[in-house]
């Protein structure tokens, strides 16, 4: 019988977007004097809200808030009392997590599911984390009193627009900085909604500020005299123009960049939960993730089974509108990574690459790429080198267990891999081989504000989160 | 068959289970929202497929007779509510059922071979099949021999199946693994292999008086094997859950894992079946609410 599932959509009556949004320096929401510009709605390009934008001045005038906040208040408070503060957003953050949700999946794109039950609940986790270490950094393994490094400037990207921001602020505030953070420019909102979150908790004023913008923003930013830290998620090419930039200065930089993860199939694998965690790997956040699983190395003995199994879950694949909840795979977050999406993906077939994908009807407005998978990959086709953040996955065949590290290190990046086996000693043996920073065994894309998280290579360096997390905002 | 090193080697030779993937699979498919139309198309699905079950040591005559009554009008306000699938009996009150269903359509499932626990010789376990199939039931439920699997005599299992599936002769043998005492999913993904080879026509998670009793990854697994059993053979069994499932949102969350698991084929009672009791009242409740848009008290739903 045909079972379809009637339309369930979010409301979006929980949020109450604002036409405009200033900056947020000092505590409070001003003007910009850059160009203005829109943020959109990728599931049907509607405008959401203008959103100001910071010039050099602009920054300059947040750097020099977040000092004063440093100077003032936060860099000589006790640690106990910072965790009050970052407990009380923790709390907030939960008690508004369905807004925050909403708003999150209608400028991403992100079905409501994950932003409901993976973005917001780790948002919060990661605050209550941190919070936690405040008052115990004399016990986190840098001496019996580490000092804050200062003003603190951040750069996030879109793809988890709330999250990367609690992975920065959190730590950042816990150590005692205070931050200057600019989020990505097609995905302000929730970053702005946080600024009324610190607001509400009474943060003082300069512990957070938060400057909109595009890439000029975020270069006055990184290059600014008085941020005595950096702190950027995103492409490994901007990661590189930041790393130049700050080359020679006194600022101390961590960077977490792009990723061509291997995700590998050893043929005693739980095959059922293995293909779970394929689709979860490179169809979780529509591919927008640095540590996607977008190299599926399946061993060759089952490759053929594995991937009859793959392409029939992908058929079940939800694709539409990010507010319905049965919505699996939402909209790319703008035309631009669309626009590459499509080009990596022609090239793919071009290379002789087999490409497949299910029946799929896509909305007509908005940007929407349906998941795809290629077949017969070698390790020289740019599909297999290049990271194309988007919902498609390239698969390739292994004999052994050596082959399999050499064709999973074989890439410049080393943010993440997964090993599916029942074997535990091959995991462990694979683990000690696979040049990553996180190895999943048995699952893909998990995280833990517990758990350190970070690249090798052209992945970028630093640890985000653990006690690990700890260190980039530390004087050591 | 190649005896019982073949049997071993086979169940022991199927992709394992992770069982921390299945459960969250399980769960991740619980989130779906199935409203509306959806909903009101799920509740009519749920009622054609329920296995009305009454399973006490008091049961007598006067008790299944109103069980079959309610079976075939579930609701006797909307004459548009679908009738059940079957009413499960232990098989001495088989004939009583077949009686009073006579001419409904809905199936007669006596649970036989020493239902629950199974241990009885197997000339009394095929006794026992043949007396309710020679009262009318048109399916059988039986129970395997949970002590012979757990201790690896596979081959005793698979020929007790075959056996029973014997003595039922045109009835439809549905094969209880009683998931609860199996424990792992490794276990379950064996015993659905081994039953179908056997000739099980439907497998079925459990009897109701062990717990836990059916759960959405043990059902999970079942759907998984039946599905690849249909593309290895080309014969496609039927699965059924049962014990446990109390609630309208439950039996919607079996749908949707048929859905999205074996498929649509299996959407229909002749390949899934939830085996319940105090469930059909609260889709009724439900499907009512759905229709009116108010809830109505439990006194305007018939006992049995």
Not at chain 1, 246 to 258: C, H, I, P, Q, Y
Not at chain 1, 284 to 309: I, K, P, T, W, Y
Request: hydrophobic fraction near 45%.
């Amino acid at each position: 019988m045909d079972f379809q599932y009637a339309p369930a959509p979010e409301s979006r009556a929980v949020v109450d977007i604002r036409p405009s949004y200033g900056l947020f320096i000092g505590g409070e929401f001003v003007d910009g004097h850059g160009e203005p510009f829109k943020s959109i709605d990728p599931s049907n390009e509607e405008p959401l809200a203008e959103i100001a934008c910071a010039d050099a001045a602009d920054v300059d005038r947040a750097v020099a808030a977040a000092r004063a906040a440093y100077d003032g208040v936060w860099g000589t408070m006790p640690g106990r009392e910072r965790a009050k503060y970052l407990y009380r957003i923790a709390r907030i953050l939960q008690e508004r997590s369905r807004e925050l949700a909403v708003l999150e999946s209608i400028d991403n794109g992100k079905p409501i599911r994950e932003s409901r039950d993976v973005d917001l609940p780790l948002v919060a986790a990661h605050f209550f984390y941190y919070a936690g270490w405040a008052d115990k950094l004399g016990y986190a393994g840098f001496g019996p009193d580490p000092r804050p490094l200062g003003v603190a400037g951040q750069v996030i990207p879109w793809n988890f627009p709330l999250l990367m921001l609690a992975w920065k602020i959190a730590p950042a505030l816990a150590c005692g900085n205070t931050v200057v953070l600019k989020p990505a420019e097609t995905t302000p909102l929730t970053a702005l909604a946080f600024a009324e979150i610190c607001r509400q908790a009474d943060l003082p004023p300069g512990v957070v500020n938060i400057v909109t913008g595009a890439g000029d923003t975020g270069r006055a930013l990184v290059e600014h005299d008085g941020v005595d830290k950096v702190a950027f998620t995103g492409s490994t090419e901007v990661g590189r123009r930041i790393a130049r930039a700050v080359a020679g200065t006194r600022k101390k930089l961590t960077l977490e960049l792009g990723g061509k993860a291997a995700n590998v199939i050893f043929e005693d694998a739980a095959l059922d939960q293995a293909v779970e965690g394929v689709v979860n790997g490179i169809f979780f956040n529509q591919g927008h993730v640095c540590c996607a699983g977008s190299r599926l190395l399946v061993q060759e003995s089952v490759a053929d089974e594995l991937l009859d199994r793959l392409k029939r879950r992908m058929t079940t694949l939800r694709v539409g509108d990010p507010l319905d909840k049965n919505t699996d795979v939402g909209a790319i977050n703008s035309a631009e990574q669309l626009a590459k999406i499509r080009a990596l993906s022609e090239i793919g077939e071009r290379e002789g690459a087999t490409r497949w994908s299910p029946p799929c009807e896509l909305p007509q407005r908005g940007f929407w790429f349906v998941p795809t998978v290629f077949t017969g990959v070698a390790q020289s086709h740019r599909i297999a080198r290049e990271e194309i953040f988007g919902p498609v996955l390239s698969v390739l065949t292994f004999r052994t267990p050596a082959e399999a590290v050499e064709k999973a290190n074989n890439t410049p990046y080393g943010l993440s891999a997964g090993v599916w086996t029942e074997k535990g000693s091959r995991i462990l043996w694979m683990a000690e081989r696979l040049r990553a920073g996180v190895v999943w065994a048995n699952t893909f894309n998990k995280f833990d504000p517990a758990s350190p998280f970070g690249g090798y290579k052209e992945s970028g360096f630093g640890r985000e989160g653990g006690r690990h997390g700890l260190e980039a905002y530390l004087n050591v | 068959m190649g005896g019982a090193a073949e049997l071993r080697a086979f169940l022991h030779g199927l992709p394992g289970v992770d069982q921390v993937g299945a459960d969250e699979r399980a769960a991740r498919l619980a989130t779906r929202s199935i409203k509306t139309s959806a909903k009101a198309q799920a509740i009519d699905l749920a009622i054609s497929m329920v296995d009305l079950t009454t399973l006490e040591g008091a049961d007598t005559p006067g008790k299944v007779r109103a069980l079959c009554a309610k079976g075939v009008t579930p609701d006797p306000g909307d004459p548009d509510v679908p009738k059940v699938a079957a009413i499960c009996v232990y098989p001495d009150l088989a004939g009583v059922a077949a009686e009073a269903l006579k001419g409904t359509g809905i199936g007669v499932a006596a649970v036989a071979t020493s239902f629950p626990s199974g241990r009885a010789p197997l000339e009394a376990k095929l006794a026992d099949t043949r007396a309710a199939v020679r009262a009318g039931a048109t399916e059988i439920d039986m129970v395997i021999d949970r002590g012979a699997f757990l201790a690896g005599d596979y081959l005793k299992v698979y020929e007790e199946i075959v056996a029973v599936k014997e003595a039922c002769g045109d009835a439809h043998l549905k094969v209880i693994f009683e998931t609860g005492e199996l424990v792992t999913y490794d276990n379950v993904r064996r015993a659905s292999w081994l039953a179908m080879r056997a000739g099980a026509d439907f497998i079925k998670t459990s009897t109701g008086k062990v717990a836990p009793a059916a759960t959405l990854p043990v059902t999970l697994i079942m759907l998984e094997a039946v599905r690849d059993f249909r593309d290895l053979t080309g014969r496609q069994v039927g699965v059924k859950p049962a014990g446990g499932i109390r609630t309208t949102k439950d039996a919607i969350k079996y749908l949707v894992l048929v859905n999205e698991t074996a498929g649509p084929d299996w959407l229909t009672p002749e390949h899934f079946r939830l085996g319940a009791s105090s469930l059909l009242n609260d889709l009724l409740m439900q499907r009512r609410k759905l229709a009116t848009g108010a809830y109505s008290g439990p006194d305007h739903f018939t006992l049995d």
